[in-house]
């Protein structure tokens, strides 16, 4: 049984910084393509950043460009969203997911990409 466990959200104030955790088991996960996805109440699900099966490609969003890194430790089966320089606007469930097939370069901001899901952490900014 696959399964993402996302972790390490929280309440900040504006321009703190927060490191989510996406823990998987069930696969090894070391040649899948990955991303960090959010959704704020009353809006739809958007593709926050997004790490090649490679690990070598990383994919923002412009909003967050030069503020998050995505990165991936292969060793301990853990993506991880670095997300520094915190706004109000980025107030939103963080979700993690994995692609279904290894060695795929799906569209990486496209939620049917992804196959499998973390249930989500809840990251509040306040101003």
């Known amino acids: 049984q696959v399964q993402l466990v996302e972790s390490g959200g929280g309440l900040v104030q504006a321009g703190d910084s927060l490191r989510l955790s996406c823990a998987a088991s069930?696969?090894?996960?070391?040649?899948?393509?990955m991303g960090w996805f959010r959704q704020a109440p009353g809006k739809e699900r958007e593709f926050v950043a997004a790490?090649?099966?490679?690990?070598?490609?990383?994919y923002y969003r412009d909003s967050v460009q030069g503020r998050f890194t995505i990165s991936r430790d292969t060793t301990k089966s853990t993506l991880y969203l670095q997300m520094n320089s915190l706004k109000p606007e980025d107030t939103a469930v963080y979700y993690c997911?994995?692609?279904?097939?290894?060695?795929?370069?799906?569209?990486?901001?496209?939620?049917?990409?992804?196959?499998?899901w973390g249930q989500g952490t809840q990251v509040t900014v306040s101003s």
């Open positions: 069930g696969r090894t996960f070391s040649n899948y393509q």
């Open positions: 790490i090649g099966w490679t690990g070598r490609s990383t």
């Open positions: 997911a994995a692609a279904g097939s290894m060695y795929s370069a799906g569209t990486y901001y496209s939620t049917r990409t992804y196959t499998y």
